[in-house]
């Protein structure tokens, strides 16, 4: 395997950290592990209640946690339990009082997590590697130690989410951070030197002027849709996770703001697919972002007409990202031919 080819392994894994995370949200899994980077201080969750419960005659494990009087409790040491329960073996675990097991939610949130962890140790091969660049093409070494830094980042990011037991403006700037780091895997790709025959492209002053406006409106879509996304989770909460047809009708001024964008980006991407079309231009990638976009409206006016079922929340966020991707993926393919 080339490293180029690794690279794109590598973005692959990151997007699947966006695909666990909106299935993390789809099934309110969020809170699953209560604690990070363990899981109820276990490498390996629990798979019953009874084994976060205290009970006699029964080894725990220092850092291990139980759930005792609805609150959370870490093990001061390893030692086997007495008839009675002895506060002094336990320390109250005060980050949240979110104190709940749900198996289901638990293994959703871990997957999610290892997901992020094999991404992690792939960021980080890709840096070793990247080291053969250093004299010929040192801007990707740079980039690639650059994605390593903000992976660490986000798995911060990803520890603060728990603390604030899943505070939206919290989720948002982690799934922002996320973006960020695919549209670095992006142009770090694109800095490879690749030996194979490149598509012909033919360069149009006009596609990349629109392009540059399409891209600045999917980031004020993307902005919106964080923001309709936090309004939605807010009064999902209120509602307890119920009456789902209630919940757009609710969102106000911004889900109207954010739908009005969407029919600016459709017919912005629209005339860069007709664009291309017409004149012949090869950039392949600009039907696929069409397509993109199209899965985008698609899956958003089945959340808005259809009492905003859960597993569109997903499709619709991956949607978003990947269209943001393709664009930012154009645009670096545009730029080297204005520049050549």
Request: proline content about 3%; hydrophobic content about 50%; charged content about 15%.
């Amino acid at each position: 395997m080339s490293f180029k080819a690794f690279s794109k392994v590598t973005l692959i894994s990151i997007f699947l950290i966006i695909v666990a995370g909106g299935v993390v949200r789809m099934t309110g899994s969020g809170m699953g592990c209560p604690d990070w980077p363990k899981c109820f201080g276990l490498i390996i969750p629990p798979t019953d209640i009874g084994q976060i419960s205290w009970d006699a005659n029964k080894p725990f494990e220092q850092g291990q946690m139980i759930i005792f009087e609805e609150q959370l409790w870490i093990a001061n040491s390893s030692f086997d339990s007495d008839e009675n329960y002895n506060s002094s073996n336990w320390t109250l675990y005060t980050k949240h009082d979110y104190a709940k097991f749900n198996v289901a939610h638990t293994w959703t949130e871990y997957v999610n997590r290892l997901i992020g962890a094999l991404s992690g140790i792939l960021t980080f091969i890709m840096l070793i590697w990247s080291l053969k660049f250093r004299k010929t093409k040192r801007r990707v070494t740079y980039l690639s130690a650059l994605v390593v830094f903000l992976m660490g980042f986000q798995g911060w990011l990803g520890a603060t989410v728990v603390y604030s037991v899943l505070q939206p403006v919290q989720i948002t700037i982690h799934m922002l951070m996320a973006l960020v780091i695919i549209a670095l895997m992006v142009y770090l790709i694109s800095e490879i030197p690749d030996d194979k025959k490149t598509t012909i492209f033919v360069f149009d002053k006009r596609l990349k002027m629109v392009l540059k406006l399409a891209i600045f409106l999917s980031l004020i879509q993307i902005a919106f849709g964080t923001q309709v996304r936090q309004l939605i989770d807010e009064i999902a909460k209120s509602f307890d996770y119920g009456q789902r047809e209630l919940w757009i009708g609710l969102a106000g001024n911004t889900f109207k703001l954010h739908r009005s964008f969407a029919i600016l980006l459709v017919l912005t991407n629209g005339y860069l697919f007709y664009r291309n079309y017409k004149l012949r231009l090869g950039f392949q990638l600009v039907n696929v972002l069409m397509l993109t976009i199209l899965l985008e409206v698609l899956s958003g006016v089945v959340l808005v007409y259809m009492g905003m079922p859960a597993l569109m929340q997903p499709v619709h966020l991956v949607a978003a990202a990947v269209l943001f991707v393709l664009q930012i993926a154009v645009y670096l393919q545009i730029n080297k031919l204005s520049s050549n």
